[in-house]
C-alpha cells in the first residue's frame, strides 16, 4: 500500500530536478535564477521538483515561506539523511524510506561527540541534527584526527573547505534520492541532479544526468571527469541547470540563459 503522503499527481511528470541549494539552485545570476524559478512554475504540473541539500528542514520551510523560490514537492535534507515530503510549507518525513537511516544512526551520535569533543580547529555547527552531525573547522584542523572514528559505522564527508559531515555508514544524497525516485515511480532517465560540492558526488555517481555548475569545487570536477552525464557546466547556478536540462535534452522549450 502506497504511504498517503504522497499526493502529488506523477502520471504527467516528463522531467524531475534534484538539485542542490547553496552555489546550485541558488546561484547564478538574478536573471539566471528568474528565468529558471518561472520556467518550473510554468510547467509544474510536469516537472517534480527535488530539494537535495545539506540543510536541515527548518532552514528549508524558512526558504520557502520567503517566496522567492517554488516550494519543492520532496526533499531530500541533512546530507542524505532526511527524505520528506514538502507540503504547507513544511517538510514532513517519510517514516518507510527514513526507517533504515534512522536503524544505521541509531546510539552513534553520542559516541561520535565524545571522540571529536576537543580536536583542534573543529567544532559541531549550531544547527538541529536528525540523523547526522556536522561541524566546521579552520586551518588549525588535521584532516588526520578524524582517525579516532576508525571502526565506527560511519561516513565522513568533508566539502567546502570547511565542513565535515559524519553520516550514517551508506548514507547519503545519491542513495537517498534512488530510493525516493523508487518509491514514486519516477523514471531514472528523466531527472536531472545538479551540485556544485564535493557533499553532491554521490548524486553524480548514481549514473542520473548531472549538471556540475559553473563555479563548483575543483575535487568535485576532478571526481566527476571520468562519468559521461556529468555535464561540466559553463554557467554558474541556475544557469548551469538549464544549460544542462537543454544540453541532455531532458525538456522541450528550456530558456536562454543570459549569465556568462
Keep these: 500500500m502506497r504511504n498517503t503522503l504522497y499526493t502529488h499527481g506523477h502520471a504527467s511528470t516528463v522531467f524531475t530536478l534534484a538539485t542542490d541549494l547553496d552555489g546550485t539552485f541558488l546561484g547564478g545570476s538574478d536573471a539566471d535564477r528568474a528565468a529558471l524559478y518561472s520556467w518550473i512554475q510554468a510547467h509544474r504540473d510536469q516537472i517534480e521538483l527535488i530539494f537535495v541539500t545539506g540543510r536541515d528542514p527548518a532552514f528549508i520551510s ?3 515561506a520567503a517566496g522567492h523560490v517554488p516550494a519543492p514537492s520532496y526533499v531530500i535534507g541533512d546530507v ?3 527524505i520528506g515530503q514538502f507540503r504547507e510549507g513544511a517538510l ?3 517514516e518507510r524510506l527514513e526507517a533504515p537511516i534512522k536503524r544505521v544512526w541509531a546510539g552513534m551520535a553520542e ?3 565524545t571522540r571529536l569533543a576537543g580536536i583542534r580547529g573543529l567544532w559541531m555547527q549550531p544547527t538541529p541534527f536528525r540523523h547526522r552531525l556536522s561541524y566546521q573547522y579552520d586551518d588549525r584542523f588535521n584532516p588526520e584526527s578524524l582517525h579516532v572514528l576508525d571502526g565506527m559505522e560511519v561516513d565522513i564527508l568533508i566539502s567546502h573547505g ?3 559531515d559524519i553520516l550514517p555508514k551508506g548514507i547519503s544524497k545519491g ?3 534512488l530510493r525516493l525516485l523508487a518509491e514514486l515511480k519516477l523514471s531514472r532517465d528523466q531527472v536531472l541532479v545538479a551540485g556544485d560540492t564535493l557533499n553532491d558526488l554521490s548524486m553524480f555517481q548514481t549514473g542520473l544526468h548531472g549538471a556540475v555548475v559553473g563555479g563548483a ?4 570536477l576532478d571526481a566527476t571527469s571520468d562519468l559521461p552525464r556529468a555535464l561540466h557546466c559553463r554557467r554558474h547556478g ?3 541547470i538549464l544549460e544542462a536540462i537543454a544540453a541532455h535534452g531532458l525538456f522541450p522549450n528550456v530558456p536562454e540563459v543570459f549569465s556568462a
Design 238 to 240: 541556475a544557469g548551469g
Design 92 to 94: 514532513c518525513p517519510i
Design 217 to 220: 569545487e575543483v575535487e568535485l
Design 162 to 164: 570547511c565542513f565535515v
Design 62 to 64: 524558512a526558504l520557502c
Design 175 to 177: 542513495p537517498s534520492l
Design 80 to 82: 542524505g539523511t532526511t
Design 111 to 113: 559516541p561520535v561527540r
